[in-house]
């Protein structure tokens, strides 16, 4: 493998650090450009995407470099405590049991769901149900219930905890964003037509 362009983790936490001020920057701009490009293209997908070309073009490499290891054993953790603290537990009690059931109902689908998802599909189109060790696709589902769960820093958590190699966990990015968006359409269409709904 050859070196990459830039080694210095510095200047890739700067260029790292660059990319997703610019992504955000933009997503929240009024320019209708901007507007428009992210009305189709989600900001989350970006943040990952764009990185990911520059590891691919050898500007970057995750492998040589110790930023991630750094993140993931100091930066992460202290994002998930402080995610935790911010949590207002007494406004969650207000909101009823209905709310917690559901919350608890829907945690719980997504965490037997891939189980299930994977054992059908391996009787269904064994070949789809592939890779090993770091690259297998349980490992990666791993991180889409992660996210769906608790969000970005809980996907990451669960790349760390199942040492899900980086190519699954970039399809698993992929799958996480496309099917949040689509059911995002649809639960939009459906808040436009409650009343026939209901």
Not at 26 to 46: A, D, G, M, R, V
Not at 105 to 127: D, E, K, M, V
Not at 154 to 159: I, L, P, S, T
Not at 171 to 183: E, G
Request: aromatic share 12%.
């Amino acid at each position: 493998m050859s070196n990459p362009l830039i080694t210095n983790d510095a200047i890739v936490l700067g260029i790292l650090i660059g990319i997703l001020s610019f992504v955000f920057i933009t997503s929240k701009s009024n320019i209708p450009f901007w507007k428009k490009f992210y009305k189709y293209i989600p900001s989350l997908l970006l943040c990952y995407f764009i990185p990911s070309i520059f590891n691919s073009l050898g500007i970057i490499s995750g492998e040589s470099s110790n930023l991630y290891f750094v993140a993931s054993r100091y930066l992460l953790p202290t994002s998930l405590v402080l995610l935790t603290i911010s949590i207002d537990l007494p406004e969650i009690m207000k909101l009823g049991p209905k709310a917690i059931i559901m919350f608890s109902t829907g945690t719980f689908g997504i965490i037997i769901g891939g189980p299930l998802a994977i054992l059908l599909i391996s009787f269904l189109a064994p070949n789809v149900i592939g890779g090993v060790g770091p690259d297998a696709v349980w490992r990666g589902l791993t991180t889409v219930a992660g996210s769906w769960i608790g969000g970005g820093a809980n996907q990451a958590a669960m790349k760390e905890i199942f040492h899900v190699g980086d190519d699954i966990f970039s399809s698993m990015i992929a799958v996480d964003v496309l099917v949040a968006n689509v059911w995002l359409a649809f639960l939009l269409y459906g808040a436009g037509i409650h009343k026939t709904l209901d």
